[in-house]
């Protein structure tokens, strides 16, 4: 059985390619989703994609992360990671090895992107690397964490 990892990204993600692909690439989340889907296969890893605008929708996405014996998560949070306490709680439950990507380099960026409420019940925070970030988390479950509970 290979290991099966969700990659979950928060609102707005599905506008890449569109909102300011200066700052967050010119690729689509689609474009984004094969690069990933490719670097897991080739690690004989199992990936499963979920994108929601909607807090409760991947709040319960996480729960049910737990249900269906995902052994690690890379979530992008989007906005919901600098005040969505909600989710740090759901992320904290599941105790499912959990990385935070960024797209971009929030710490260069506005002040109140600098906070993550999430980051600290992640194993890890990437940040900065483009869609790039999602194949260093892939790894980093994969190499640092065995991808299991």
């Given at each position: 059985?290979?290991?099966?990892?969700?990659?979950?990204?928060?609102?707005n993600l599905n506008f890449l390619g569109i909102r300011e692909?200066?700052?967050?690439?010119?690729?689509?989340?689609?474009?984004?989703?094969?690069?990933?889907?490719?670097?897991?296969?080739a690690r004989n890893v199992t990936v499963q994609f979920f994108?929601?605008?909607?807090?409760?929708?991947?709040?319960?996405?996480?729960?049910?992360?737990?249900?269906?014996?995902?052994?690690?998560?890379?979530?992008?949070?989007?906005?919901?990671?600098?005040?969505?306490?909600?989710?740090?709680?759901?992320?904290?439950?599941?105790?499912?090895?959990?990385?935070?990507?960024?797209?971009?380099?929030?710490?260069?960026?506005?002040?109140?992107?600098?906070?993550?409420?999430?980051?600290?019940?992640?194993?890890?925070?990437?940040?900065?690397?483009?869609?790039?970030?999602?194949?260093?988390?892939?790894?980093?479950?994969i190499n640092n964490f065995g991808g299991t509970k």
């Amino acid at each position: 059985m290979s290991t099966k990892i969700a990659i979950i990204n928060g609102p707005n993600l599905n506008f890449l390619g569109i909102r300011e692909p200066s700052v967050y690439g010119a690729e689509t989340l689609d474009e984004i989703n094969d690069e990933i889907s490719a670097a897991a296969a080739a690690r004989n890893v199992t990936v499963q994609f979920f994108q929601s605008n909607h807090e409760g929708a991947i709040i319960d996405h996480l729960q049910q992360c737990y249900y269906d014996s995902v052994q690690g998560i890379i979530l992008n949070p989007g906005a919901l990671t600098h005040y969505s306490y909600a989710l740090r709680d759901a992320i904290s439950s599941v105790n499912i090895p959990c990385i935070e990507v960024h797209l971009s380099n929030v710490h260069s960026r506005d002040e109140f992107r600098h906070k993550s409420v999430t980051a600290a019940v992640c194993k890890g925070q990437i940040c900065g690397f483009g869609y790039f970030g999602y194949i260093l988390a892939l790894d980093a479950l994969i190499n640092n964490f065995g991808g299991t509970k």
